[in-house]
């Protein structure tokens, strides 16, 4: 079993910036730790559906969403097992919780029931 567990979220005015960290633990039954698996995050707001943020291939290819392009930065640290993501120039649009979750072969990166395996979350709070 892998565990994911995401901190960093918090209260920031718009403009600001905050760094999400997930740390990795745990293998599967078959041993396959964080440097097997493809990583992302997504984001749900209140009342609205768990969405797509970005994503970082086990090879450290990137994906975004488009409203968070040249603002937010996905990146990973196999010797660490811990995903990162680094958000910039904030909105209030980008308030929500924010999921850290891994896939070991997905077919669509930006699709949820594709990952196998979910942190608790961490909530983002932008105002204005």
């Known amino acids: 079993q892998v565990q994911l567990v995401e901190s960093g979220g918090g209260l920031v005015q718009a403009g600001g910036s905050l760094r999400l960290s997930c740390a990795a633990s745990?293998?599967?039954?078959?041993?396959?730790?964080?440097?097997?698996?493809?990583m992302a995050w997504f984001r749900q707001a209140l009342g609205k559906e768990r969405e797509f943020v970005a994503a970082?291939?086990?090879?450290?290819?990137?994906y975004y969403t488009d409203s968070v392009k040249g603002r937010f930065t996905i990146s990973r640290d196999n010797t660490k097992s811990t995903l990162y993501m680094e958000m910039n120039s904030l909105k209030p649009e980008d308030t929500a919780v924010y999921y850290c979750?891994?896939?070991?072969?997905?077919?669509?990166?930006?699709?949820?029931?594709?990952?196998?395996?979910w942190g608790q979350g961490t909530q983002v709070t932008v105002t204005s």
């Open positions: 970082i291939s086990r090879a450290g290819t990137t």
């Open positions: 979750t891994a896939s070991s072969a997905y077919a669509n990166f930006a699709r949820v029931g594709d990952y196998d395996y």
């Open positions: 745990g293998r599967t039954a078959s041993g396959r730790t964080f440097n097997y698996y493809h």
